[in-house]
């Protein structure tokens, strides 16, 4: 029996000192490895999701939203999404899943269709931080009134095509 007490003493020194052991190299790790996602390395990141919409949170018409180019999402991820409770369609958003430039068609039954041309630099290179930097405007309004056009936050349109129906006159019954 005088042996099995020194052993337990033994024992639960042996786990302090592979916790004291296990301790110190996760303080190292600590010290010695970058800040990562755990820490607040991505609370400070530049925008990388272009915003199309309304900014007052007024209902558009809008048929349907196509994307064009290597920096578009997939089309199931381009919908127009309101504020849940009083509207339904207010904006949309872009986020680049590449670099490179991606055209976004919005139909419109009440005005002429519109090319949002946005584009993507390249990947955002800050702490944790993901997504492709913006080129150019970050936020476009479509106005609630269809007698005005999408334009940069700024009022420039220099980003914006309006497709015109191809020349075909209604007259000419095609």
Same mark, same amino acid.
């Given at each position: 029996?005088?042996? &099995? ?7 639960? #020194? ?10 110190? !190299? ?9 800040? #990562?996602?755990? %820490? ?9 999701? !272009? ?13 349907? *939203? ?21 509207? &339904? ?9 590449? =670099? ?23 990947? *955002? =290179? ?14 476009? !309004? *479509? ?5 005005? #056009? ?15 129906? %191809? ?5 000419? #019954?095609?």
């Amino acid at each position: 029996m005088a042996l &099995s007490r020194p052993i337990r003493v033994l024992a639960v #020194g042996s786990t302090l000192a592979a916790l004291a052991v296990i301790g110190v !190299v996760v303080a190292a790790a600590t010290l010695v490895a970058p800040a #990562g996602c755990a %820490g607040n390395c991505a609370s400070n990141c530049p925008n990388a999701t !272009v915003y199309i919409g309304n900014l007052d949170n007024q209902q558009l018409a809008i048929d349907d *939203i196509l994307v064009n180019g290597p920096a578009c999402p997939s089309l199931e991820g381009v919908y127009c999404i309101g504020d849940g409770n009083t509207t &339904s369609c207010t904006h949309l958003t872009i986020t680049g899943v590449a =670099q490179g430039a991606c055209d976004v068609l919005v139909i419109f039954p009440d005005r002429p269709a519109q090319i949002v041309h946005t584009e993507f630099g390249p990947p *955002i =290179q800050q702490g944790c931080c993901k997504g492709y930097s913006i080129v150019g405007d970050e936020v476009f !309004v *479509i106005p609630a009134n269809p007698d005005a #056009g999408i334009s940069g936050l700024d009022g420039g349109n220099n980003q914006v095509t309006t497709v015109v129906d %191809g020349g075909v006159d209604a007259s000419d #019954g095609q």
